[in-house]
C-alpha cells in the first residue's frame, strides 16, 4: 500500500551518493500508525556518510513541527539533530537541571548563585516535575513548581523561576526543546500588596538597627574578646568589624574578605575588591573570590573607625608592637606595588593569588590562621546579642533584626545623618541605584510626608 506525502523537504545534495535526498512527512498507514519523518544523520564512524534514519510523532500537529525543525536542522539554523526516542526519554527535568548547574561552574559564576540554584532543584523544581520529559515541559508543570513552592515569599519564588529560565535557554540551545514553546510563557509570581508604591524589596524601618544598638554591640564584642569569655579570644578585633559593618555597610563575605592592603588609612576609606567565599561542600576549601557584581569600590569610615583599623593592620603586617601609624602605612604601601609587579596589570594588583595561609587578613580564627567560618560568626554573634540583652538591655538588639541588616543602617546613616544622595550610597554599597530606592524609598509615603506638611498652613 502506498504511503501518503503529507510534505516534502528541499533537493539535499550532501552526504554521500550521487542522488539527492529529501526530508518527507508520511501519513499513518495500516501498519505504521505514527506519522513519520524520514531524513538523514551524519554516521558516527564517518560523518562524511549520511545515513536514513527516522522520528516519529503521534499526531499531526506535532509531526509537521518536528518536520519543521529537521529542515532548520539541515539549513544549519539551528544546533542539534531531533532527538531519538530513545534520547528523549532520558532527557527528564532533572537530567537538564543538572546539566545547567554543570554549565553553570564551567561558567565560573558565583558561588552563592551556584549553590541558590541548586538548592531550588533540590528543594522546589526536581520533587514537582523531575521525572517530566523535556519535550514535553510545559507552562503548567513550571506553574506547578511554583504552587508547590506554597507559601514562600515572591522574591523566593522569582529565584525558582530564574532558576527554571535558565533551564528554559539550555534545552532551546541544546535542542531538547523546541523554540516554538515557551514553558514559563504567561508564568505569573504573586505578588505582595504594596504600600505607598513600595518595592517587594523594601526594607521596614523598624528592621534597620539604630545606631545605639550597633555601638552597644560593638563595645561588647570588645569587653567579651579582652575578658576571653567563652573562647571570644580567638577573634580579635571583633568588635572593630562589627563597626566596620554597621558604619561602612559592606556584607559579610566582603567584610571577612578584607585584608591590611585593602586598608587607605590616609584616605579614610577600606578598598571593597573581593570575598570571603566558603563553598558548602565539605570538599571545597574556601578561598577569596570576586566582589558581588563585581564591583569594586572605596568605602569611606568614620576617623576614630580608621584609627581603630591601623592596629589590626600592623598585627596582619606582622609589625613589631609600638609601631607607628607611618610605619603601618609604609608596609602597606610596599606591599601594594610588590603585588602590582607580580599582576599581569600593575593597575589590578588585587587580584594577585596568594594562598588563605599567607594573606594579610585583618580579621582571623586564631585556631586557624583564616577568616572565621560563617557557622561561627552567627554562633558568637548571638552569644554577643544575648550578652548585650543581659547587661544593657536599653540597648537590646532585637532577635529579628538579623546581622546582615548591619548594611540597612549604614546606607540609613550615610543618608540621614551625613546627608549623602541615594547615588552615592548606592556607589559604596556596591550595589545598582534602583537596588537602593527599592530598598530605602517609599515615594509615596515621602510624597504625602511633604504634601501634608505643606497643608498645615492652609
Known sequence: MARTILAKGKDRHFGGGHKAWRTVLYAPTATYRSFRIVFKVPSEDEPDVWLPTSRSRANEAEARELFAETEAWLNGLIEHAPATSSERQVRTIEALG?????????????????????????????????????????????????ESAGDLHPRTQEGLRTTMSTMRKLAWREGWLPRSVDPLAGLKIKQQQGYHSASSK?????????????????RAADQLVATE??????????????????????????????????????????FVNGTWTQPRGKDSPPFRGPVKNRQVHH??????LMKELIEPCRVAMNLPIGASTQQVMNAIAGERQRRARLAPNPDRWWEVKVEPKDECWLWIDTYTGLPMRTEGHNTYWHKVRRWVD??????????????????????TWWHEELGLEWSHVALF?????????????????????AAVTRLQDF
Request: no cysteine.
Open 98 to 146: 543538572k546539566a545547567a548547574l554543570t554549565e553553570a561552574r564551567e561558567q565560573k559564576l558565583a558561588v552563592r548563585t551556584v549553590e541558590q540554584r541548586e538548592s531550588n532543584l533540590r528543594a522546589h523544581i526536581v520533587p514537582a516535575i523531575g521525572n517530566v520529559r523535556v519535550d514535553k515541559w510545559r507552562v503548567d508543570h513550571s506553574r506547578k513548581v511554583l
Open 202 to 218: 523594601y526594607v521596614d524601618k523598624s528592621l534597620r538597627p539604630e545606631t545605639r544598638m550597633v555601638d552597644a554591640m560593638a
Open 229 to 270: 569569655y567563652q573562647n571570644f579570644a580567638r577573634f580579635k578585633f571583633l568588635g572593630t568589624r562589627y563597626r566596620v559593618a554597621g558604619y561602612g555597610g559592606l556584607r559579610l563575605s566582603e567584610q571577612l574578605g578584607l585584608r591590611a592592603i585593602d586598608v587607605y588609612v590616609d584616605e579614610g576609606s577600606v
Open 299 to 304: 568605602v569611606p569610615l568614620p576617623a576614630s
Open 390 to 411: 543581659a547587661h544593657d538591655p536599653e540597648n537590646s538588639w532585637p532577635k529579628f533584626i538579623v546581622y546582615r541588616n548591619m548594611r540597612h543602617h549604614a546606607a
Open 429 to 449: 554599597l556596591g550595589d545598582k541605584l534602583t537596588t537602593v530606592l527599592d530598598h530605602y524609598v517609599l515615594p509615596g509615603a515621602d510624597a504625602l510626608t
